[in-house]
């Protein structure tokens, strides 16, 4: 069992900067590719980056190509996504999840999933 722990979202405006967190603990964490996803209201829950175990290899929606960056620190336990250039589109709840397996784009191969923390970008 993996348990997954996101912080750093809150409010901010549109240009603005936000570094989300992502703490794991249980497993060895750097098993695991991690990936972050995001469910905007009305929305079905998207994509957004994953990171491989050794964090090499990095995958990032289109929509947020170039403005935001996941890392990782396995000695801390760490997941993080660095979000620059926020519009009010990036408005969302936002998820971080594990898997075992390769980093994916699909959400249901994902095994574990941390609580969430909402991202409000205003205009």
């Known amino acids: 069992q993996v348990q997954l722990v996101e912080s750093g979202g809150g409010l901010v405006q549109a240009g603005g900067s936000l570094r989300l967190s992502c703490a794991a603990s249980?497993?060895?964490?750097?098993?695991?590719?991690m990936a972050w996803f995001r469910q905007a209201p009305g929305k079905e829950r998207e994509f957004v980056a994953a990171?491989?175990?050794?964090?090499?290899?990095?995958n990032y929606a289109d929509s947020v190509k170039g403005r935001f960056t996941i890392s990782r620190d396995n000695a801390k336990n760490t997941v993080y996504l660095q979000m620059n250039s926020l519009k009010p589109e990036d408005t969302a709840v936002y998820y971080c999840?594990?898997?075992?397996?390769?980093?994916?784009?699909?959400?249901?191969?994902?095994?574990?999933w941390g609580q969430g923390t909402q991202v409000t970008v205003s205009s």
């Open positions: 999840a594990a898997t075992q397996g390769p980093m994916r784009v699909d959400l249901t191969e994902y095994d574990y």
């Open positions: 990171i491989s175990w050794s964090g090499a290899s990095k």
């Open positions: 249980g497993r060895t964490f750097s098993w695991y590719a």
